[in-house]
Structures are given as C-alpha cells and as structure tokens.
C-alpha cells in the first residue's frame, strides 16, 4: 500500500478514534431469526490464547504444569498428523503463556516436521523461523501471533491444495488441545465464571457439522475422526444449552478427562 | 460467500480480477492496526465477501466474557458506506463504541457473557452495486 494511503489512513483512524459514529445509529435489537441461512456465516475458531488469558486475569495458573512432555508421535496416516499438528499448534499457545522459549522452540520445530509429512512445509517455513527468533528474544506477543499465523498458513495452504477436509482436523486438534489445557485449570480452582469460558456451543456444532459432512471418504471413515465425533456428541449436552447456564464442576472434569483422553489418543496413534 | 481469509486468498490465486477482496482485507487490517498499540492481538482469520445496497450479512464469532474485542471492517469501494455492529445470541445491541473513517469502521465489544454473537455487517450506500468486505477481530 503506498505511504500516502498510509497516511491518510492513520490521519483518519486518529480522527475516528475521537469521533463517534452517529451516522447509522444500529437498532437495539434484531430478529436474528429473520436472517436467511446462507446470510450467516460459519464462525471463526478462537486460538487457544483468547480463552487463556481470559483465565489469566481470572487468577494466577502455572502455565508450565500444563506444558506436554512429549508431542506425540505421527503415523502415516493423514488424519492423524493432521489432528496432531493442530494439539502441537495449540500446545504452541501454552508453552507461550508459560514463557518457556526451549518448549516454544521445539514446538516449531515440530510444527514444521509436521506439516512436511502433509505437504505444506513451504507455507509454514519462513512461521517458524519467526518462531524460534522470537522466542529468543522472549517477545511473546510476537511468538503468539506467529502460531495464530502458522495455523492460518497451514489450513490456507491445505485449501489451496483442495484439501479443506484437511485443514478442518488442523482446527479441531487444536480445540481439544486447548480445551483438555482450559479444563485442566479451571477444575483445579472452580469458578461459576472460569466454567462459563466452555459455553461454545456454536463451536462444538460447527465441527460436528464440519465432521459429518468430510468428502474424503478415507477420512470421514477414519477411526479418530470417528471418535472425535463421539467426543462433540458427549460434550455438546455438558457445556450449557443456554447463555448464564452454569456449568457445574463435574462437567468439567467430565470434557477434561475426554479431551485428555482423546489427545492422548490423537498423540499415540503412531506408536 | 465464504468465510474464511484463507478461502478469499484461494479465490485470489483462482481469479485475480477479484481484486477488491484483497483491498478490503487490506482496509480491514489498517482498521484494527491502531489497536494493536494498545495491546490487542489482531487474529490472522477474517470473514468477507459481496454484499448489494442494504444487504446484510451476519457472521458468528465465539467470545468470551473478561476479554475485549474490536471488530474491524473494510471494503474496497470508495464512499461506500458500511457498519458492523454486534449482537449476542438473543439480538440485543452490546456494542460499547463504535468508530468510522472513510473505508474503515470498527465496534468494540465487552462480551457480558461467553457465547456465540453474531456480527451484523450492513452496506448502507454505495456508487457500486456490489460491495467488497471484510472484516477482522482482535482481542484483549
């Protein structure tokens, strides 16, 4: 973009930053009912970091506890290293609240041995090169955009290959990763309001939609995708039907021992 | 439509003269970039597509109470004029300030509870018949 734009853009962002809009006062409610089906689009998955530093502020948790020994192993089975890269992606996220650079380090390395064995090594090179520099440098701000930018480079590149299907396992490995970490600590200090953070119920619809509707028929018949699908199943009656719906403690240890068991699972399955 | 900004850059590489998705990615990025400064990180995912004079398009998002969010919409058509605003589950407004400049707006939300919300983006005018969006969040 040229620096002129640039800088009108900037000139323009200071004035709106001090200037209200006034000009489309939005209505206060809608009938979101009213929207047809193909005008609401799929939701956009979190990284793991949106919820963690949401428990951050909500107490003090030892980040580094939560931190895998191993990685986990992959077969030659797609599915699986699909599955695996998103938990080492997300584990990425913990080993940065943790602000462990060696565990940071490794998990990019792993990252990119990773997407090598499904062909998408070139998307995540130059990610994880930024990785290691800046988990040097401890600039953890930087490191956490960066796994949110492999993750994105990753799945993109799996699209471009047409193998979207691919890309959706990426996302669902790295939400239970994350969910197993979420659970870990809120079971360990239980708060009405630290279990509200698993209400995502649009999320647990949108990959047991996205499970259901695999056109690989390899992978839709895969046996950890079949489990997976299991696991949305359980875990979608356990995290609340409604807003405010409290989310009782044994539910939480419930989708904390089925997400861990299922990592364990995913982390194993080239053994 | 779809969703995602690794599908807009698919459809980038498929047909170039879909140019106007690149700039208003490009116009939602320069959005969200004074945010940055204040200590949000700007997600690399984004929704976006075409929307007509007063169409609106409404995309889910899962948020999560105790964060901070800006939702930060661009498009590529010069003195259109767009809005987001954001919904929760049941409809209600829970937008806490909203800013526009030229091509850009943004929303900032405070999610009163963690759930699905829903980003209404609306092309309110416009000189071309189809608008180009997209928009980006970043959270605190």
């Known amino acids: 973009m040229p620096n002129i734009l640039n800088a009108v853009l900037v000139a323009g962002l200071l004035a709106a930053a001090t200037s209200p809009l006034h000009a489309q006062k939005p209505p206060e409610a809608v009938d979101l009912s009213s929207f047809p089906a193909q005008s609401i689009d799929d939701v956009v998955v979190p990284v793991p970091s949106e919820v963690f530093i949401v428990l951050d502020k909500l107490g003090n948790p030892n980040w580094r506890s939560e931190l895998r020994d191993s990685l986990g192993r992959q077969s030659g089975n797609r599915a699986q290293v699909a599955l695996l890269l998103g938990t080492v992606i997300a584990e990425g996220f913990v080993a940065v609240e943790a602000e462990d650079s060696e565990k940071v380090k490794d998990i990019g390395r792993r990252v990119l041995t990773l997407s090598k064995a499904i062909n998408v090594e070139k998307a995540v090179l130059e990610r994880s090169k930024s990785i290691t520099d800046k988990a040097d440098v401890k600039d953890w701000i930087a490191v956490r955009k960066e796994f949110d930018g492999a993750l994105h480079d990753v799945k993109a590149a799996m699209q471009e290959l047409g193998d979207d299907d691919l890309a959706q396992l990426v996302s669902v490995g790295g939400w239970i990763r994350g969910t197993e970490v979420l659970t870990s600590i809120i079971r360990k200090n239980y708060t009405t309001d630290s279990a509200e953070l698993l209400h995502q119920p649009a999320l647990v619809n949108f990959f047991t939609k996205k499970l259901d509707n695999l056109s690989n028929k390899r992978l839709a018949e895969d046996d950890l995708v079949d489990r997976i699908r299991k696991l949305l199943a359980a875990i979608a009656p356990l995290i609340g039907d409604g807003e405010g719906d409290v989310i009782p403690s044994e539910n939480v240890t419930r989708i904390h021992k089925m997400t861990r068991d299922t990592v364990a699972a995913i982390a194993s399955k080239g053994a | ?140």
């Open chain 2, 1 to 140: 439509m779809k969703k995602t900004l690794s599908f807009l850059l698919a459809l980038l590489i498929a047909a170039s003269a879909w140019g106007y998705v690149d700039d208003a990615i490009s116009f939602a990025y320069e959005a969200a970039s004074p945010y940055v400064k204040k200590g949000f990180s700007v997600r690399e995912d984004a929704w976006g597509g075409d929307l007509g004079v007063k169409d609106q398009q409404a995309v889910q998002a899962q948020l999560f109470k105790g964060n901070e969010y800006w939702f930060c919409l661009g498009t590529d058509v010069k003195g259109a004029v767009l809005s987001v605003n954001i919904y929760d589950s049941k409809g209600t407004l829970i937008n806490v300030e909203t800013t526009r400049a030229g091509r850009l707006s943004a929303v900032r939300v405070e999610p009163p509870r963690t759930g699905t919300y829903y980003a209404i983006v609306t092309v309110h005018k416009s000189p071309e018949e189809r608008t180009g969006w997209a928009l980006v969040y970043a959270y605190k």
